[in-house]
């Protein structure tokens, strides 16, 4: 035992550096790299870039997409997990592993699919045509490739923690006279929320982020569904470094705070616990 | 209430089959309009031109150039990151120290970064322009438009995986045989390979997966570094995406049925350790 102490030190000194080089290697001095850039500009400028109409026009479907379809995939992740834990049915197994599809399905993959099933002579998107919905190229294109890839996070979150919820509860609330709705409301809901709100939020977040399916299903046309990611590549492309660096600006901020609003909310669901 | 009591509960018990298979349907039916139906199409697209179809474009010299080049950045970047991730669950595990959470919190952030903001800092560093644009141009180095700003941007973007699957494991499993194999007179080296690797092998080859799932398939950071030059610098999904904007949907679709041949694979892998192992199930 006497021995134990110092030699696991010496072993943990070297993971210790290789572990910080490594992170001041790929992460530390690029996002140094936007950050020095980003202040090498003058408050002045950076506001006239960041409130640019285009500019302005992208957050709008960025931001604003990415949290319709992550309140669609609250709802359908709610009752996904929900049918995945308690109902027993043929073929639930593969339901349950095809719902990581997306984590594992390139994202160019999935852009090249769904725009070609959702285009208006597509499998899907043919039965739309008639009644005048369009889907790939344009907004609503947008939206389903944000469904697709956020798709798993609110199963993924809701599944353990209703897994591990007794039924008794429930059972309780019947016997004593509650409604299905009444008990699903009051006692199955609001444990769950924590659960709910971490998957919506994770989803948010990475259909914010998200170019590959979105470029290809949409029609990257300004104004109307143009994402901040394709206008970022863009102003490379006319090699407009300030333009690009502060709409990224803008990006890695939003994410910074979604990532602090999740740590909140599991906080604030490990106090609930 | 109590004279209520088997009425209200048998109503429950006779509603709950309707409710039971209206959720199940609505369940299959959304999987199926995101999920069951564009896989299918990425299978059906790709044979409709049949064999000689599909065999000329995996024979090509820029699908094979693609190919080559993903094969080649994955190769390079999943086992420097499978390095870091086990050096960083060594260097956290079953330790407290101030700031841990914060530590933990940096290594997960790759995963809040947007991938093009990802390439974008890249670009700021080592692009012509960037802050060690003149030093590389002097060296005659090219790391923007080439290789090395290729497995640069998929590291970025693939750096938590092993990490935070290796960490709960190693607390898991404790110091307790550690410290009895270097009581015994192992060396670290020994114990690490003997004690500590049997322990968290499955919990690695989980992330291993989904890591080099992500490497093979990451496209937007890998779309702002890689210049995107046909032949050359240009990736499995750089591909995919430039064959559709050219209408060529057989090479596309040809593409795409290889990739998505790797994510099946991965979700079955995936599947299978979940099912078999201690390994616990999370969400990226």
């Known amino acids: 035992m006497a021995v134990s102490p110092r030699q696991p030190l010496s072993k943990i000194s070297w993971a210790w550096q290789i572990t910080w080089f490594y992170l001041i290697l790929f992460l530390f001095v690029p996002s140094t790299a936007l950050v020095l850039k980003a202040v090498t500009l003058s408050p002045a400028k950076i506001w006239h870039i960041a409130t640019d109409p285009v500019a302005l026009s992208t957050y709008n479907v960025t931001f604003l997409t990415a949290l319709v379809a992550g309140v669609l995939n609250g709802f359908a992740g709610l009752i996904t997990a929900w049918v995945l834990v308690r109902y027993e049915f043929p073929g639930k197994r593969l339901l349950d592993a095809a719902i990581d599809l997306p984590f594992a399905l390139p994202t160019a993959v999935a852009g090249l699919t769904l725009s070609t099933i959702y285009s208006t002579n597509g499998w899907i998107g ?3 045509a008639p009644y005048g919905i369009k889907v790939s190229f344009t907004r609503l294109g947008v939206l389903v490739a944000m469904i697709f890839i956020s798709l798993p996070f609110v199963v993924r979150t809701v599944q353990p923690v209703l897994q591990e919820m007794s039924v008794e509860g429930e059972e309780a609330a019947w016997s004593m006279g509650a409604s299905r709705w009444q008990t699903f409301w009051r006692v199955i809901l609001p444990p769950l929320m924590p659960a709910v709100l971490t998957g919506v939020a994770l989803g948010f977040s990475r259909a914010v982020g998200e170019y590959g399916s979105v470029v290809i299903i949409a029609g990257n046309i300004p104004f109307k569904d143009l994402i901040a990611p394709v206008l970022i590549i863009q102003r490379l492309e006319q090699f407009d470094y300030a ?18 609003i999740i740590n909140l909310i599991q906080a604030q669901g490990r106090r609930y616990q | 209430m109590t004279a209520e009591l088997p009425e209200s509960k048998s109503q429950a ?42 065999v000329k474009v995996l024979t090509s010299r820029l699908f094979l150039n693609a190919l080559k080049l993903t094969l080649i950045a994955t190769v390079i970047s999943v086992p420097l990151n499978t390095i870091f991730g086990i050096c960083a669950a060594l260097a956290i595990a079953n330790k407290t120290f101030r700031g841990r959470t914060l530590l933990l919190s940096i290594i997960d952030l790759p995963f809040s970064i947007s991938p093009v903001v990802a390439g974008l800092m ?42 935070r699957e290796v960490l709960p494991a190693l607390e898991e499993s404790g110091t307790e045989q550690e410290e009895a194999a270097f009581t015994l007179g192992a060396s670290p080296w020994q114990t690490f390979w003997r004690v500590t690797l049997p322990s ?62 790797l994510a099946i694979v991965t979700l079955v892998l995936k599947y299978l350790l979940e099912r078999n192992t201690a390994v616990r199930r999370t969400y990226h």
């Not at chain 2, 080592?126 to 640069?152: C, E, H, S």
């Not at chain 2, 591909?239 to 049925?257: G, K, V």
């Open chain 1, 126 to 128: 043919g039965l739309l």
């Open chain 1, 243 to 260: 333009g690009a660096t502060v709409v990224g600006s803008v990006l890695l901020l939003i994410s910074l705070l979604v990532l602090l």
């Open chain 2, 13 to 54: 018990t006779a509603g709950i089959d309707w409710v039971k298979g209206g959720l199940i349907a609505f369940v299959v039916i959304y999987l199926a309009l995101l999920l069951f139906v564009p896989a299918a199409n990425v299978f059906y697209q790709a044979i409709q031109g049949g064999w000689p179809g599909m």
């Open chain 2, 122 to 163: 890249l670009i700021l560093l080592y692009g012509n322009r960037g802050w060690f644009g003149p030093l590389l141009q002097a060296g005659g180095i090219k790391i923007i438009f080439a290789l090395p700003g290729i497995v640069m941007a998929t590291i970025f973007v693939t750096m938590p995986f092993i990490a």
């Open chain 2, 200 to 261: 968290i092998k499955w919990s690695l080859l989980y992330g291993l997966i989904l890591c080099n799932a992500r490497a093979m398939g990451e496209f937007g950071a890998v779309a702002v570094v890689s210049g995107n030059i046909t032949g050359k610098t240009q990736t499995l999904p750089l591909f995919i995406e430039e064959s559709h904007t050219q209408y060529d949907n057989q090479a596309a679709y040809t593409a795409a049925l290889l990739l998505a041949c």
